[in-house]
């Protein structure tokens, strides 16, 4: 039997077991949401998701949170967590050092028992956990909202979505506004600032190589070309989405002679889970002979997104990494 199969029937087996102790237990405690929903107290407000509208709790008393790009978000703001990909996060959220959060692990292999056990009132899905969704919603009986960008409409505008509308589930509107702006004025100055002229290369340095990463379809810096009006040094067919870049020789990013070189470090979002030891983009970039004679790197126009990246695709991430960009573009013109 497969692997996830087998868990998953783990988890039906135990949702069964919770459910009849707690017809035993009769005039046993019950939960502070399970509480507000019997004496009828708890109130609920209607959010436009992924697949349509979601009636949610307000405010939500128990959540679990799965989505990399809303960990720091939440945590920003207050949010108490029961549950959450807790294996997912960056190291300077909170989260990851409160034992009273259940791990729900990664999304390679989910603990979703900790899902049901946490008794959520609402699930906060999305990114490397959308895969789950079905399977989430067979077990939890809670409101499951999915906000991960959607295909064909601007990564911008739907980064903007995901925090306006988490926003709107924690009463959180004037700073979800306040990013929103952030995030704005940085596109605004980078915009401000580029010249078309210039060529763009992106790449991800993953296990101590340097990997393409394609306009539009690449993973991570894919989507900043359209979102900022980037010209590429270099577009190939077939191009893919994967977290690695493709496999295109540096001398082929080397002979587009781009004016400008963007960078995710993979291995650096890894290891801050890890500790695993890895080479730093910034060294592989240097070391490279094939890329010595590179405009971009003849005259150090070379921006490396945040370090933490992997780990946390968001909208402030975003908006950092393009600040980044504009600073290196304002000083360069």
Known sequence: MHRRNVRLTAVIASTAALALGLSACGSGETSGASAEAASGESETTTIEANGGSVDVPYPAQSVVALDNRTFKLLDDWGVELSGGAVSLMRADVSYKENGDILDIGNHREPNLENIVAS???????????????????????????????????????????????LGEVFDKQDEAQALVDDYDAAVERVEAAYDSDETVMSVIT???DINYAAPTAGRTLGPVYDSLGLTPSLEVDDASTGHQGDDISVEAIADSNP???????????????TDEEYTPAQDLIADSA????????????????PEFTYLDESLQTYTEFYASVADAMETGN
Do not use: C, H
Request: aromatic share 8%; glycine share 8%.
């Open 119 to 165: 008794e959520p009132d609402l699930i906060i899905s999305g990114q490397r956990f959308s895969q789950y969704n079905e399977d989430i919603a067979e077990l939890a009986d809670a409101p499951l909202i999915d906000l991960e960008p959607r295909e064909g409409e601007d990564f911008g505008g739907e980064l903007k979505r995901q925090v306006t509308t």
């Open 206 to 208: 993953s296990g101590g």
């Open 259 to 273: 004016d400008w070189i963007f960078v995710m470090d993979r291995d650096a979002g890894v290891s801050a889970n």
């Open 290 to 305: 094939a890329l010595q004679n590179v405009t971009a790197v003849e005259e150090e126009n070379i921006v490396y997104m």
